[in-house]
C-alpha cells in the first residue's frame, strides 16, 4: 500500500446528540433567512444550564470538518399574512415562541429587530427525529419548540411527541444513528 499525505492515526467518535427533553438555553443570535417559499428566522443558541451547558460550543469545536455547522438552531416560518389557515398555524407558532422569550426575560417585548434577541433566555424543547438520507434512515433529535425557562426549570412542560419519517409502503432502508445539518455558523 501506498503511503499517502496526511496520515494520522487517531479515534473516531461519534458525535454526541443532544437527547429529547427540555433545556434552559442562551441566544446567541438570529438571522432572517429568506426563500422562495418564505422567510424563516433562524434563532441560534447554546444550552445555557444543566449538565449539557456549552453542548453546541463543545460540538462545534470538536468537529474537525471543513463544512461544520452550529447545530443549536430554532427555525421558526414567518407568516405570510395571506389569510390562510396554514398561516394561522405559523402565526400562532410565531406568537408563541415570542411568548416564550419575553416570559423568560422579564422587560423585554419583541421589537421587530432580531438583533434584539442576543443574550436573551429562552426554554427550548428538543424532540427525536428520524430522518433518511442516500437511502439511509436514522434518529436525531431536533429543537421542536420554545418555553418559557422557568418552565423548564420547574418541569412544567410536556415533552413532544417523536417525529418519524412518513414512510411508503413496502420501503426499507438502512438505518444508523446520527445528525441532520444545520446553517452554518452565523456569528
Not at 501506498?2 to 443532544?18: C, H, I, P, W
Not at 433518511?132 to 412544567?156: C, F, H, P, Q
Amino acid at each position: 500500500m501506498k503511503k499517502f499525505t496526511g496520515y494520522e492515526a487517531k479515534r473516531q467518535t461519534a458525535r454526541e446528540v443532544l437527547p429529547a427533553g427540555g433545556y434552559v438555553a442562551k441566544i446567541l443570535g438570529a438571522k432572517e433567512m429568506e426563500y422562495s417559499w418564505g422567510n424563516v428566522l433562524a434563532i441560534h443558541f447554546d444550552i445555557e444550564e444543566g449538565e449539557f451547558r456549552g453542548f453546541f460550543a463543545r460540538d462545534y469545536e470538536s468537529n474537525t470538518n471543513e463544512d461544520r455547522k452550529w447545530r443549536g438552531v430554532y427555525r421558526l416560518t414567518e407568516p405570510k399574512d395571506d389569510g390562510s389557515e396554514k398561516d394561522g398555524w405559523t402565526k400562532n407558532t410565531f406568537n408563541g415562541a415570542m411568548w416564550a422569550i419575553e416570559e423568560s426575560n422579564p422587560g423585554y417585548h419583541w421589537n421587530w429587530d432580531e438583533e434584539s434577541l442576543a443574550g436573551k433566555t429562552v426554554g427550548v424543547i428538543y424532540r427525536n427525529r428520524e430522518w433518511e438520507k442516500d437511502g439511509n434512515t436514522g434518529w436525531t433529535t431536533e429543537a421542536g419548540m420554545l418555553e418559557s425557562a422557568d418552565a423548564i426549570r420547574s418541569g412544567r412542560y410536556k415533552p413532544m411527541k417523536d417525529k418519524p419519517l412518513k414512510k411508503a409502503a413496502g420501503t426499507a432502508a438502512n438505518t444508523r444513528r446520527g445528525s441532520a445539518a444545520d446553517d452554518d455558523l452565523p456569528f
